[in-house]
C-alpha cells in the first residue's frame, strides 16, 4: 500500500543455502512436533479445562528449549482483574551482543473449541495429513506460527551457531484466542525483558498459498450485547397482536437500520479508510465462502475495501424462544450479540459511541434497549518505512521465490495496537502461516505443509539478516 523507502542488502549466498538446507533437512521432526501440539486440546474459553493450556504452555517452552539459544525460558501467568490469572504464556529470551538488535517472536498456543465435531471429516485434535494439508484445531492457529519460530530458532542455530549476536525475545502467549485478558498486564509485568526493535507476530494470512503477504491493516472490533424490551410480560399474540408492538418486531427493525439497501454499513459516525488495493476475483470469494446461486456480494467500492478498510456491524447471536417452542406469544424482550468490526484508522470506542448513538436514536415505537458486555479492540496500521519493515519483504520474498504482496486484514488481532503502544520504537511485521482455504476457527482447520514451509524458511532468513546488521 506504501513505499518502503529502505532498501536491503543481500543476504550472504552461502549462509543462504546452509539455512535453506537446514529448514528443509529438519521439515519432518517440525511437523511431527507441530503435530503433538495439535494433540493437546489447548482451548483458552472460560468454560473448558484450563489444565489443557498448562500442558500445551509447558509443552511450548521444551520445544523453545531445544533450539538451545535462550539463556531463560520460562511459562507465567499475569493477572487479569483481582487475584483472577490469565493463562499461561511462556517467554524466553537471549540478549543482544555486539550492537545486534533484538527481535521479539510472538504467535499464541491456545485454541478455539472445536465446534460441532459432527462437521470435521477427522477429529479435530487427531492430527492428520490429507494431501498437502495437516488438518486439525491450532494446526494452523496458531501452532504453526509457535512452530514456525521454534523450526527458524533451531536452523539458525545450527547454521550459525554460538556466533549469533541477535537479540532473541519468544512470547508465546495462552489466550488470544479468549480476549488476551492479561495480556496489558503482562506487558507491564514483563516490559523489560519484551523490549525490541523489531517484533514479528506470526498469527495472520498469506495472499495464496504461493504468494506471501505481509498484513499492513488490522481491523479493529466491537461486541456487545444488544436487548430490546417492549412490554413486562408476554401476551397472547392473537389477542393482543395489531395494537402493541413485540420486542422482536422491534429488535428486527432497529436491526434493519443498521445497513443500507446494498448492504453496507449504514451508521453516521463509523468511518472508513481510504487505500489501493489489489485486484481480487469475485469469483475467489464466492468460492472461498460458498456463496449461494443468486445471492449477491454486499457492500461497494473495490471488494477488498470492503473487507479491509470499512466497517462492519454482524448479528453473530440471538436469544428468543427457539422455533421448536414457539407459542402464539408477543415476545416481550429480546437479546442479540452484535459483533462490528472498525476500520483502521478510527479508535474502536469511537465506533461504539457512533453504533450506540445509531441505535438508541433509531429504537421503533420507543422500545427499550439495554447495551451490555461490551468488549473493544483497536484497529493498527503497520509502519512500513523502516528498516525492519524492508528486512521482512525481503526475506519472504528469498523464502518463497516471489514477491510479497502487503494486505489488509478483514479480522481483528487487538493486541498488536497494546504492543505498538507499548512499544512505539518497535517495528512490527504481522506474518503468518494460514492461507485462503485455512479455514481458522472453523470445521477442518488446516495448515498447508507448503506454506509451513516457506514460512519457517522465510524467518530463518530475516533472523539471519537481522543478525547482520549493526
Ligand atoms: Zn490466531
New binding site residues.
Partial sequence: MTETSYSPAPLNPELSAKLRESVQGALPASIADLSALVRIPSVSWDTFDPENVVVSSKAVAALIESTGLFESVTTSRAPIEGDQLGHPAVLAKRPAKNGRPTVLLY??HDVQPEGDEALWETLPFEPTVRGERLYGRGAS??KA?VMSHVAALRAIHEVVGDDLDLGIVVFIEGE??FGSRSFTNFLAQHHDELAADVIVVA?ADNWTTSVPALTVGLRGNVTFKLTVSTLAHASHSGMMGGAVPDAMLAMVRLLASLHAEDGSVAVEGMTSREAEYPEFDEAEIRQTTGLLEGVSLIGDGPILSRMWSKPTVTVTGIDAPSVANASNTLLPTVSVRISARVAPGQPAVEAFQALKTHLESNAPFGAHLEISDVDTGNPFLVDTSGWGFAEGLAALAEGWGETPVQTGAGGS?PFISDLAEVFPEAQILVTGVEDPDTR?HSPNESQHLGVFHRSILSEALLLARLDARS
Fill in positions: 504467535a499464541h492457529d496458531d506460527g488470544e484466542e498469527d488481532i481458522a
